[in-house]
């Protein structure tokens, strides 16, 4: 089965590395030809966690007109950029199956807006960092779960193949109930992490950064009383655990000097718990100090 991963960041190169282990056929769709080579080259080399590396083939191309033209696509780029690729691939066919792998829930109303004929969503939960351009370091094992928008299901099913120990897959029936419960866990770690300068798992290891990890699972969750049997406090405290020496994606941005992803997360649970009548001052409180960051450009 062929299948087409848009973006080759921490993400896109993971999940590729587990699906070509697996027996597919992966290409890449990436915006630099030097990317493109390299993994035509080298293929994509993941560096496991008992620091072993596993090295599988993958091709690549910077062109929609030498993509397999039936695959399955995985969207793995970050919402600043979806939108024009939303508009390069509607050029091209909107009845290949797209599952969306974006962090956050802003772009959940742009995709229902396409003419696409199969959509499906999936979180992933898994710690992962970018070496380089066909390097990703598995920094902790997390859960991936799909569910399906609109259309066919089945065409999605085939991805469980790849399941494994180290890559598991659930297959859910409720895509906004997975969307709204990985953007409240991304709300608990991004921010800190992002504003503190320190790694997943010192949010549960240092008094003064849990305290602020506690006080911030108990204004979201009372926000979002519904979400509570979906995330627990302690399935938070598992991914922080699990991830522990993962940077996360806004540290990631911040420490590279570009803009981080605040409003498709933080502004976004804003704004839905406001449409509700609820207020997330702790949360509120930290949206303005992550765009003062974002408005100032400097990294740590």
Same mark, same amino acid.
């Given at each position: 089965?062929?299948?087409?991963?848009?973006?080759?960041?921490?993400?896109? $190169?993971?999940?590729?590395s587990?699906?070509?282990?697996?027996?597919?056929?992966?290409?890449?769709?990436?915006?630099?030809?030097?990317?493109?080579? *390299?993994?035509? =080259?080298?293929?994509v080399?993941?560096?496991?966690?008992?620091?072993?590396?596993?090295?599988? +083939?993958?091709?690549?191309?910077? =062109?929609?007109?030498?993509?397999?033209?039936?695959?399955?696509?995985i969207?793995?780029?970050?919402?600043?950029?979806?939108?024009?690729l939303?508009?390069?691939?509607?050029?091209v066919?909107?009845?290949?199956?797209?599952?969306f $792998?974006?962090?956050?829930?802003?772009?959940?109303p742009?995709?229902r807006?396409?003419?696409?004929c199969?959509?499906?969503?999936?979180t992933v /939960?898994?710690?992962?960092?970018?070496?380089?351009?066909?390097?990703?370091?598995?920094?902790g094992v997390g859960?991936?779960?799909?569910?399906?928008?609109?259309?066919?299901?089945?065409?999605?099913?085939?991805?469980?193949?790849?399941?494994?120990?180290?890559?598991?897959?659930?297959?859910?029936?409720n895509?906004?109930?997975i969307?709204?419960?990985k953007v409240?866990?991304?709300c608990?770690?991004?921010?800190?992490?992002?504003?503190?300068?320190?790694?997943n798992?010192?949010?549960?290891?240092?008094?003064?950064?849990?305290?602020?990890?506690?006080?911030?699972? /108990?204004?979201?969750?009372?926000?979002? +009383?519904?979400?509570?049997?979906?995330?627990s406090? /302690?399935?938070v405290?598992?991914?922080?655990?699990?991830?522990?020496?993962?940077?996360?994606?806004?540290?990631?941005?911040?420490?590279?000097?570009?803009?981080?992803?605040?409003?498709?997360?933080?502004?976004?649970?804003? /704004?839905?718990?406001?449409?509700?009548?609820?207020? *997330?001052?702790?949360?509120?409180t930290?949206?303005?100090m992550?765009?003062?960051?974002?408005?100032?450009?400097?990294?740590?």
């Amino acid at each position: 089965m062929d299948i087409v991963i848009a973006g080759a960041g921490s993400i896109g $190169l993971l999940v590729g590395s587990y699906l070509s282990e697996a027996g597919f056929h992966v290409t890449f769709y990436v915006r630099r030809e030097e990317q493109a080579r *390299l993994i035509r =080259e080298n293929g994509v080399c993941r560096v496991n966690q008992d620091h072993s590396e596993t090295i599988v +083939p993958a091709d690549a191309s910077t =062109e929609l007109s030498k993509l397999p033209a039936s695959a399955l696509w995985i969207v793995a780029v970050k919402y600043a950029h979806l939108q024009s690729l939303l508009k390069s691939m509607g050029k091209v066919n909107n009845k290949n199956p797209i599952l969306f $792998l974006q962090n956050g829930i802003g772009h959940v109303p742009l995709i229902r807006e396409t003419g696409l004929c199969h959509v499906a969503f999936a979180t992933v /939960e898994h710690g992962a960092k970018r070496m380089n351009d066909w390097t990703v370091s598995h920094n902790g094992v997390g859960m991936i779960a799909i569910a399906a928008e609109k259309g066919n299901d089945q065409l999605f099913t085939l991805i469980g193949q790849a399941a494994s120990a180290q890559f598991p897959i659930l297959f859910k029936e409720n895509a906004e109930r997975i969307l709204m419960r990985k953007v409240l866990i991304n709300c608990m770690i991004n921010p800190l992490t992002a504003i503190l300068g320190v790694e997943n798992g010192d949010l549960i290891e240092n008094p003064y950064c849990l305290t602020l990890f506690q006080n911030l699972y /108990e204004e979201l969750i009372g926000a979002f +009383p519904k979400m509570a049997s979906d995330l627990s406090y /302690e399935d938070v405290v598992a991914v922080c655990r699990n991830t522990a020496r993962n940077q996360s994606s806004m540290l990631v941005d911040r420490l590279a000097g570009r803009q981080m992803e605040i409003d498709t997360i933080v502004s976004a649970v804003i /704004e839905r718990a406001n449409d509700q009548g609820k207020q *997330l001052p702790i949360l509120q409180t930290f949206e303005q100090m992550l765009y003062a960051i974002n408005q100032k450009g400097e990294s740590l």
